[in-house]
């Protein structure tokens, strides 16, 4: 038996990747030692590394003056990391405080530079993105941070702002599920845990021009121009995340890339989203139309008590992780990449036939 | 065929732990889905996680008044948070300079705050540890910050400081091979990828009387207090990383726990210093006999040739990992917890019969 996981990340990864990796788990090629007993300096190791790092510039179609950087400790880590690398100076940098990720980038962001709130969404309950309209962005800015997909609040950016200043973004949740605009980009980071991979690896993108700007005055493993002269092999790196990445990606490659994966996020959020529009209001979504995620679906019920018994019944039939994150409540079904579209079918038919 | 590895780090697990993992990978528990798949709020990954941090407590010995942190970026990170964190008025910070970590370490701080080298090491090309007597430690140092053992030069510390300066200690390479002298230290920190499990997890432990003190004006993720009050639960955690060291330890425990790998770790290391010292000066450690290492036992041939066909000569009976630290060259014998006797004898054997 294996469940469907809509759990929102960590999340599901495609069978064909666990089964292979379970295979060669204890003798990697024959080397007499498991990939994960392996010095980060062998030859074995280095392929790996080297694999997923070109892997993640073709499927992401990431220009040549970025570089792809491997690192831990999440996109919280970063929060931290872009204002310590960015705000060398006086300028300050712009958020748009879309969700509580948005929030937790600029609270983080006010202990390292002048950051403050280019739009906030708090007051509407984080139901929509803002348009490029309503954001007050201070021309002598460093940066404008944006979160294109609030994974709690199942909201995801469609209109990229339309501003000079240039931008840096969260993008954990969206990674490979739809194109990143690298023009408009100076910075794009994001967790592995949901589309790519197991917890424990940050991608982080970061253009070539703008490391040569970058605060040095700090220690070694904050300053991403370091880890970018070392190929992310500064320190020991996170070696068996990485290599289940590799491996992720090279089954998103088989499915047909980046295309492919945007086709099929759209037909399975397209299939929760219908379910919920022709419910006549049995389940309803609280977020705005033009805003809805195709990662994260959320949704209510009219009241708790059914919302209790559809997952008790979801769970009945391994339709796992679909309760809503603890801070907003409700269900959310989180449809990564490695979410099969009978899965996708399962929730629907349930949906359907519930209440 | 298994190999003897012999690397500094990542390093050999364990044979029984890889099986079970492996056995497991892909269907934890009966969930349906791989432990990687799940999410760090689920049930069945918080029974591992407090399984582990307990673990952790039980083996280490660990005073009641310590946290213990579960973080990412390795000790590499901790160069920078431990300034961070505690170098919060204009009090400087001691630094025994004793080899290339500590080096790392010193040079990371300088940029957080005033850290002074108490004593350095490099003149004398890293080869012993110093006495107490001969450390010139400020009264007024917020901390002395020590690195037990050196991986790359073979060194260890035997006599711990003698000041009333509080100790923090990089101890990466010790956990678990020897006691940590609690009473001492207000912060000790390592990665996992060496005695304990795969690389991606650090483990940090701090005095608690020392966190209502740390800095707050960091974001989130630099601060060792948002990680205590959230039971290391703040972000997404490396799940995999802490399931394999959390095994490993269970495995420790088997083998009788910290007392057992310490007299393991002097019965391996013995070996090999005792064919050193009764080759006739074949072979050659360039360690003072006080600070030799038990962890990474150092040594060099007469010639650069002979080394060579030494490390073919191993590498052809499966005994691999013994190359030096490029920047130090040599051999270097690393015995971790889990390289068993047979792996050391097979060592001591063929440099026996070498040359």
Not at 13 to 23: I, K, M, R, S
Not at 26 to 55: K, N, P, Q, W
Not at 238 to 253: D, H, N, R, S
Request: charged residues 20%.
């Amino acid at each position: 038996m294996r469940a469907f996981n809509f759990g929102a990340g960590p999340c599901t990864l495609p069978l064909a990747v666990l089964e292979e990796a379970q295979e060669e788990f204890v003798d990697f090629g024959g080397a007499g030692m498991s990939l994960i007993e392996m010095s980060h300096r062998s030859a074995a190791y280095e392929a790996v590394h080297t694999e997923a790092i070109a892997r993640v510039r073709k499927l992401f179609l990431v220009p040549d003056d970025f570089e792809v950087l491997f690192l831990q400790g999440g996109a919280s880590l970063q929060f931290a990391m872009v204002p310590l690398n960015l705000l060398t100076g006086s300028a300050p940098a712009g958020y748009v405080v879309s969700g509580s990720w948005g929030k937790r980038a600029i609270g983080d962001a006010a202990h390292h530079g002048d950051a403050y709130a280019a739009w906030n969404g708090e007051a509407e309950g984080f139901a929509r993105m803002p348009s490029s309209a309503e954001l007050d962005i201070r021309p002598d800015s460093r940066y404008l941070h944006v979160t294109s997909n609030e994974t709690i609040h199942g909201i995801r950016m469609t209109e990229w702002p339309d501003t000079d200043v240039r931008l840096v973004g969260d993008m954990s949740s969206d990674y490979l599920s739809r194109p990143i605009p690298w023009a408009r980009f100076d910075v794009v980071y994001g967790g592995a845990q949901k589309n790519l991979g197991p917890a424990g690896l940050t991608i982080v993108f970061v253009r070539r021009s703008v490391l040569s700007g970058t605060n040095r005055n700090l220690g070694a493993y904050l300053r991403w121009d370091v880890h970018a002269d070392s190929n992310s092999l500064y320190n020991t790196p996170p070696v068996f995340a990485i290599y289940m990445m590799g491996k992720t990606l090279q089954w998103i490659e088989q499915q047909g890339g980046l295309a492919a994966m945007e086709s099929a996020a759209e037909a399975r959020a397209g299939l929760i989203y219908d379910v919920i529009d022709s419910s006549d209001g049995f389940y309803r979504s609280p977020v705005e139309v033009g805003s809805r995620s195709l990662m994260n679906v959320v949704f209510r019920m009219p009241d708790e008590e059914s919302e209790g018994r559809f997952l008790a019944a979801a769970t009945e039939q391994d339709l796992v992780g679909l309760k809503g994150h603890r801070s907003v409540g409700g269900m959310r079904a989180s449809l990564y990449n490695a979410m099969p579209m009978s899965g996708v079918e399962a929730l629907a038919s349930l949906m359907g036939s519930f209440g």
